[in-house]
């Protein structure tokens, strides 16, 4: 029984030494509850700041995609390479063992396929989001499509769940046939996910003025890989876009569609959290390429 006059021994109170705030390492979160900073050091290296998030949701728009018609075979030897897998909850149940302990980000909006017109989408139940522990959960944003406020109104009721739950928002700017993929775009998509709640955004790549889309954009960017490119394209992108202030990448065709996925998705890390130089990076996925038996 604990002895209410406690034990005698001395006590030290630290008098004198004041208490550090805790100052969390990400952009825009320093104001989000506990739960959600906990889920957000999950996908975020907290040494590098930064995230290789495998993105292998594609096939809820566009079914059997290459590199995806089977991913028990195809994604799962990736999952120990990636910080955090991006999916859907098909495939998160079908064939992500529950034991390999990554943070998800649950695709959660859905509704149309590249056989109709995309993004006209509803949200999951965010109570499916809480079942599956996710840490993030996916949403499309479609600025200045026809679905734009419909995408937008997706995003906000994410965000509303999810800041009761702890659950962060992922919002992800759609790019349609209409739509441009330039710094002027991609700056004010991504501006828009971000005032309306969303804690990271993912985002395309652009040549010119990408360091305008993430200084203009107060949360985490990660970038999509887009189509496949040349493996060494591929990871000058990376580059690129991290060195121009991204905080990583959510990538999927250009990982899983590489000729040796399990030795790219190392090479793309090498360049996200060690700042390898993209050569080098290259270098270093030939070698592991080689020894593939
Ligand atoms: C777009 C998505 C996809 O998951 C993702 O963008 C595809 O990744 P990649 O472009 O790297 O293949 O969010 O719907």
């Known amino acids: 029984m604990p002895d209410a006059n406690d034990s005698g021994q001395s006590k030290d109170y630290g008098i004198g030494i004041p208490q550090k705030p805790d100052v969390f390492f990400l952009k825009g979160s320093g104001n989000l509850d506990w739960g959600m900073k906990d889920r957000l050091a999950r996908i975020f290296s907290p040494k590098s700041g930064r995230t290789v998030m ?28 990636a910080d955090c897998l991006m999916c859907t909850r098909g495939a998160l149940r079908q064939i992500v063992p529950a034991a390999s302990g990554k943070p998800i980000a649950l695709r959660a ?8 017109e995309l993004n006209d989408e509803c949200v999951i139940d965010v109570e499916e989001s809480v079942r599956l522990n996710a840490s993030l959960m996916a949403v499309m944003v479609a600025v200045g499509s026809k679905f734009e406020a419909l995408t937008i109104r997706n995003l906000t009721r994410l965000v509303d769940m999810g800041n009761r739950y702890g659950i962060a928002t992922l919002g992800v700017t759609a790019v349609g046939k209409e739509l441009t993929r330039d710094a002027r775009y991609l700056s004010l998509a991504s501006r828009i996910c971000a005032e309306n709640g969303a804690h990271v955004v993912k985002t395309y790549y652009c040549e010119e003025g990408f360091e305008k889309v993430t200084a203009s954009c107060p949360v985490p960017i990660v970038i999509a890989g887009g189509k496949k490119l040349p493996e060494l394209d591929a990871l000058r992108m990376a580059y690129q876009a991290v060195e121009q202030g991204a905080a990583g990448v959510d990538m999927g065709r250009n990982v899983f569609q590489a000729d040796d996925p399990v030795a790219m998705i190392q090479a793309v890390r090498a360049v996200v959290h060690d700042g390898e130089r993209p050569e080098k990076a290259f270098e270093l996925y030939k070698t592991l390429e080689a020894r593939k038996p």
């Open 54 to 81: 495998l993105a292998f949701d594609h096939g809820y728009i566009m079914g059997p995609t290459t590199g995806l018609e089977r991913m028990d075979l195809t994604i799962v030897p990736l999952i120990p390479h």
């Open 109 to 116: 909006s859905a509704g149309s396929t590249v056989l109709t």
